[in-house]
């Protein structure tokens, strides 16, 4: 065997054993984290757009849509990031859910005195945060991408983003939907940054108290711009 078609072969072999071992499972979760996460930026700072009017955020809509034209056809960027984001998505919860259950099976029975340590809080909001967020995912893309929950008959328009948003958020339970899941999505991002810095091995005892006030003002950051698109539209700032 030539050394190119070992090396090919020993590929796979090193991704299957990196998928098995627990650390393996954490890298993964770490890295499809950031790329999730630098998509949820890139969203946040997007929405932020509808300070700046209908025509901005609206043009913006139509953009992501037509950029890399004429090489990519209509929308296909959009297609190969919603691609990316869907297998993150896929693995990041694969891996939690298998993480989870490994956890178990080393301690079926929970330490008495581990009961109010910080971490078993922190695993605790992140399980049941990250169940929230899925299920908010879900309705989100129902709700402002389909426009198929949440609206009157014929009120949401594609590509109409800023009436499709003021119109959505109109309906105040909807709104405070959303805001409660920001908030799990503040917490999520709280404990799931400081992980990932952790387990890329990028927190030493020089670094440990600045890295962690890092992913809480990122984490408040995020809040802080979603949240401020259904309260505006609530308080009737925009509208
Ligand atoms: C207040 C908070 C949010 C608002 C107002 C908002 C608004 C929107 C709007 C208007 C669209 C449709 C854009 C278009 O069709 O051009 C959209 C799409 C989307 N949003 Fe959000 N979003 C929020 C939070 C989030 C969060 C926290 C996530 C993820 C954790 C998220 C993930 C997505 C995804 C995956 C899409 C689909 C993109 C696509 O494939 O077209 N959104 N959002």
Same mark, same amino acid.
């Given at each position: 065997m030539t050394e190119t078609t070992a090396a090919t072969k020993a590929a796979p072999n090193r991704l299957l054993a990196l998928w098995s071992s627990v650390i393996g499972k954490k890298v993964i979760m770490a890295v499809t984290g950031a790329v999730l996460i630098l998509f949820v930026l890139a969203h946040m700072v997007g929405n932020l757009k509808i300070f700046s009017g209908p025509e901005e955020i609206n043009a913006y809509s139509r953009f992501l849509r037509e950029v890399g034209w004429p090489e990519l056809g209509y929308g296909q960027l959009l297609w190969i990031v919603r691609s990316v984001l869907f297998v993150c998505a896929i693995l990041h919860i694969t891996a939690a859910t298998q993480l989870t259950i490994l956890n178990r099976q080393a301690r079926p029975v929970e330490y008495e005195s581990r009961k109010n340590v910080e971490t078993t809080w922190g695993a605790m909001t992140m399980r049941w945060g990250g169940v929230l967020l899925a299920v908010f995912i879900v309705f989100h893309l129902f709700h @402002?991408?389909?426009?198929?929950?949440? @609206? *009157?008959?014929? *009120?949401f328009e594609h590509l109409m983003v800023y009436q499709n948003v003021v119109a959505g958020f109109q309906v105040w339970p909807i709104s405070l939907f959303y805001i409660i899941a920001m908030g799990a999505l503040c917490l999520h991002l709280d404990h799931g940054i400081w992980s990932m810095l952790q387990t890329l091995g990028w927190v030493n005892l020089d670094n440990t108290k600045s890295l962690r006030g890092v992913s809480r003002v990122v984490a408040l950051i995020i809040f802080a711009g979603f949240i401020s698109v259904p309260i505006s539209v609530l308080a009737g700032w925009v509208r």
């Open positions: @402002f991408t389909g426009g198929m929950v949440g @609206f *009157q008959p014929g *009120q």
